[in-house]
């Protein structure tokens, strides 16, 4: 028998593991969006003659906007304005490790494909590619770091603001 406290009955370990399950699930979809933006700023780049580290500058920048944005408040259901040392800061830390291990595994796949000579075409695909598994790489660190750290289980629990000023 579950014993209920001011109202409040404490969820069992089946539903703490289903919400954590709809909680990865929301967060590897927020993380398409933010990787198709990312594609769509990265190719751009790259097809216009920029160098790997700055277009995969620019597309992380895109996506870890629109993923900070939506993450918050559709995988961690957070409202208001961020607080910026408990949220915000821990996140751009999370993120921007991820984002250097991809943009330097973006450079560093580009700077060995130049040596191949290959058709310039082929270039930017296969420079693509190697952005685009990077990132599939640190999901699951980057997930389990947001989840503890920043705005999950293991983050400070202190509400933040509403208002709109």
């Known amino acids: 028998m579950t014993t209920v ?8 370990t089946d539903e703490t593991r289903r919400r ?7 967060a590897a979809a927020t993380s398409v969006a933010a990787t198709v933006l990312s594609q769509v700023v990265l190719l751009a780049a790259l097809a216009t003659g ?12 895109a996506g870890a906007v629109l ?6 408040r559709w995988v961690w259901g957070r409202t208001g304005r961020p607080r910026v040392r408990r949220e915000l800061l821990p996140y751009l830390v999370v993120i921007g490790l ?6 330097g595994l973006t450079t560093l796949s580009g700077s060995l494909l130049t040596r191949l000579a290959l058709p310039h075409f ?15 790489l640190v999901f ?4 389990t770091l947001l989840d503890r750290l920043v705005f ?7 509400p933040a603001t509403t208002s709109r000023s």
């Open 140 to 143: 699951v660190v980057k997930f």
């Open 98 to 103: 991820g984002g250097l291990s991809s943009i």
């Open 122 to 136: 082929w270039w930017v695909v296969l420079v693509d590619a190697t952005y685009v598994a990077s990132y599939a």
């Open 20 to 26: 954590g399950w709809a909680r990865l699930v929301r």
């Open 152 to 158: 999950g289980r293991g983050a400070a629990h202190t």
């Open 67 to 72: 993923n900070f944005v939506v993450t918050r």
């Open 5 to 12: 406290t001011n109202g409040v009955r404490p969820r069992t």
């Open 50 to 61: 920029g160098v790997p580290a700055l277009a995969s500058s620019l597309a992380w920048a």
